[in-house]
């Protein structure tokens, strides 16, 4: 059976996070959404449909894989935005098994996967509902599924996936401690605890999985008197500073930088909170920089729900914490407040006193007095700057897309 992982127009609830990926690229625990689904369909290999802009860059990423192409045969066409678990894999397994013929998987409002055995054709375009026109007589069946309709939605699922990928890893390996653990550093509940080689865990260090498994990639740093409460995933390269306060349900990405205090938060790889602030059910993009003391409110003063103000439509979010989201290439100055429920953009540079307007759209420049528009040229020399202390090079792809992004948002 072949794989297709299809993004649908769902991503646009994602933006600004999907702006600059497919939507099956954002993580969840410790894994992206769509190698969650290739882990749990026992697939190593998938073919992909995504939005015709973003191609260029996949393919850059993923050398080899076919995009956006005609398919035949014995498939099974997923939504990209599900939060794949091993009960929904084996309900959409068996029923293939018990059933061969066309199946539409559903769960409420959202469609979950499509099986076909026969050749089906489809357009490139980004599905509304479902990839395929049904034939008549066609399956429908309701499973229980997690999807991400909202940032949200991942957020709340991350400690959940944290734990089973925990529990799927723990399984596949003989050691679970390879790292260097000094003998000050203090592991409680040390069967729930995964560290990686290289990596080294400082004297004054509190490793706490009493709520949830910890696991540390390789060659990561853990500096002194620093605190980890599981459910967490500290990925490969990254630092944890001095005094650090890292709580259950975060991830925090490839060569990141993490200090102060982090609660429920995701953050993608090569981002920045190196300085002392507070992050709090929050989902961070790439390249993302946190100034020095930077807070963001994660509950509103009258404990009340937070609205959230959504491809320029506000959200009820029906729930009682939520932080920030916050695209790729976007930094925060020294001292930054950050207002519950706040949406920043691709590429924003925001500071100054007061809280800044909680929508920000891309390359927006400014804070509570002022947004301007932050001029492309002056963004991309910044960008650059960034991305060579990590020693990376911003590719012709990424440019032209971010570029696409800066033309595209001038009437906001």
């Known amino acids: ?61 993923n050398p ?50 499509v099986y076909t055995d026969e050749p089906v054709s489809l357009s490139n375009e980004v599905f509304k509902a479902h990839p395929i026109q049904l034939p008549d007589g066609y399956i429908e069946k309701d499973v229980n599924a997690r999807v991400a309709a909202y940032p949200w939605d991942i957020i709340d699922a991350n400690g959940d996936c944290i734990k089973e990928d925990f529990n799927y890893r723990s399984k596949r390996i003989r050691k679970k401690i390879q790292g260097k653990v000094h003998s000050g550093a203090v592991l409680t509940r040390k069967r729930d605890i995964i560290i990686g080689k290289g990596t080294v865990v400082n004297p004054y260090v509190v490793v706490n999985a009493s709520k949830g498994p910890v696991m540390i990639g390789d060659n990561v740093t853990i500096e002194p008197h620093a605190y980890l409460k599981g459910p967490l995933w500290v990925n490969t390269k990254s630092v944890v500073k001095a005094g650090a306060r890292i709580y259950g349900g975060s991830s925090i990405g490839y060569n990141c930088r993490a200090a102060g205090e982090i609660s429920s938060t995701i953050m993608h790889s090569y981002s920045n909170k190196a300085h002392e602030g507070f992050l709090g059910h929050s989902y961070i993009g790439q390249w993302i920089n946190i100034g020095a003391d930077t807070n963001n409110s994660n509950l509103k003063n009258d404990y009340g729900l937070i609205r959230v103000m959504i491809n320029g439509t506000p959200v009820e979010t029906g729930k009682q914490f939520f932080g920030m989201v916050m695209g790729d290439h976007s930094r925060t100055g020294i001292n930054t407040m950050i207002n519950t429920g706040t949406i920043i953009g691709v590429a924003c540079n925001i500071f100054g006193a007061n809280f800044p307007p909680k929508y920000l759209p891309d390359f927006s420049w400014g804070g509570a007095d002022f947004v301007r528009r932050y001029q492309f040229d002056k963004f991309l020399q910044n960008a650059r700057a960034m991305t060579a202390r990590r020693g990376v090079s911003l590719s012709d792809s990424e440019i032209t897309l971010l570029r696409k992004i800066y033309e595209s948002r001038k009437s906001e």
Request: aromatic share 10%.
């Open 1 to 61: 059976m072949q794989l297709v992982i299809v993004e649908d127009t769902g991503y646009r609830n994602l933006l600004p996070l999907t702006a600059t990926r497919p939507v099956f690229d954002l993580i969840c625990g410790s894994l992206s959404l769509g190698d969650r689904i290739k882990r749990y369909l026992s697939q190593k290999k998938s073919n992909y449909i995504i939005r015709d802009e973003l191609r260029n860059i996949f393919l850059e990423h």
């Open 64 to 113: 080899g894989v076919m995009v956006n192409e005609q398919v035949d045969g014995d498939t099974l066409y997923v939504n990209g935005r599900v939060i794949w678990n091993d009960e929904l894999a084996k309900t959409i397994k068996q029923t293939i098994r018990s059933q061969k013929k066309y199946t539409l998987f559903q769960s409420g409002d959202e469609w979950v996967a």
